[in-house]
């Protein structure tokens, strides 16, 4: 029985029709989701930091980790995770954003009048 494609044009991609009968731990592993821990955490930590007063602490947090995710993501190829990296940059910027540069712009258009 010829082995099935799977996805792409990487040999890695075919599959043994016999590997669907093995137990679960006699598999081969196939290659997981990217491994980019500052990236994923970058991205987790930039949305949670749209939440006003949250975003004051995480905000900063979150673009930090974004730039190490890129330094990461480009010392190790295989790691990937820019994608993750670059939304943590844009939810971290714009946590700030809403967090720092908004309640600034209504204190001088709201308060000092």
């Known amino acids: 029985m010829?082995?099935?494609r799977r996805r792409?044009?990487?040999q890695s991609d075919y599959e043994d029709p016999i590997d669907r009968y093995r137990?679960?731990?006699d598999r081969p592993r196939k290659k997981?989701?990217?491994q980019n821990p500052n990236a994923n955490t970058a991205y987790t930590l930039g949305m949670i930091s749209l939440v006003p007063c949250l975003g004051g602490l995480l905000g900063?947090?979150?673009v930090i980790l974004?730039?190490?995710g890129f330094a990461h993501a480009k010392a190790n190829p295989d790691a990937g995770g820019k994608g993750r990296a670059r939304g943590g940059l844009a939810f971290g910027l714009l946590?700030?954003?809403i967090n720092y540069?908004?309640?600034f712009i209504f204190y001088v258009l709201v308060a000092v009048r």
């Open 23 to 25: 137990p679960a731990a």
């Open 8 to 10: 792409g044009d990487d």
């Open 101 to 103: 540069v908004l309640p």
């Open 66 to 68: 974004a730039f190490m």
């Open 60 to 62: 900063p947090i979150a």
């Open 95 to 97: 946590g700030c954003f």
């Open 2 to 4: 010829p082995a099935t």
């Open 32 to 34: 997981g989701p990217p």
